[in-house]
């Protein structure tokens, strides 16, 4: 029986809204192990910050709170054990996680809104639009070859 529960799969859907530093992810591709911790150290500051200056969004907020858990909580030595971002090309973000032997929570990120800024999260929509023709889209394909890659 799984020790996952809906509430730490919500938690991790937040998570994958987070990109996971180049260090790291080089670390994956060599074989070192990547802890949530790790994955925490590096990027909870810039969430820390604008909680500080009153500036975190309530997407950002719950965010921060599971940066919390990964860095000194309950999820500090789950490790990261495929890392996919694809978000200027398909839109398919994942991360695969192991909680314990045997044991993975796959997540990844939903429809981002398009930035202003930015032509960042259009892939995205045109991936929605597209779903509508009932043809497997870009982000369909890379997500069912990340879950092939990591053996579910």
Request: proline share 2%; glycine share 8%.
């Amino acid at each position: 029986m799984s020790s996952i529960k809906d509430k730490t799969l919500g938690e991790f859907s937040n998570l994958s809204y987070t990109d996971l530093d180049p260090k790291l992810i080089e670390d994956l591709d060599i074989g070192v192990e990547v802890t949530l911790k790790d994955h925490a150290d590096i990027c909870i500051d810039y969430y820390l910050e604008r909680e500080k200056s009153g500036n975190l969004s309530y997407q950002e907020q719950d965010i921060l709170n599971v940066l919390k858990k990964c860095q000194s909580g309950e999820y500090k030595d789950y490790k990261i054990k495929k890392y996919e971002n694809g978000n200027n090309k398909t839109g398919f973000v994942g991360y695969a996680i192991e909680t314990k032997p045997g044991e993975l929570i796959i997540t990844s990120r939903g429809s981002e809104v398009p930035g202003e800024e930015t032509d960042k999260g259009w892939e995205d929509w045109i991936d929605n639009v597209q779903i509508s023709t009932k043809y497997e889209t870009d982000q369909q394909k890379a997500a069912k070859d990340f879950l092939n890659e990591v053996g579910l």
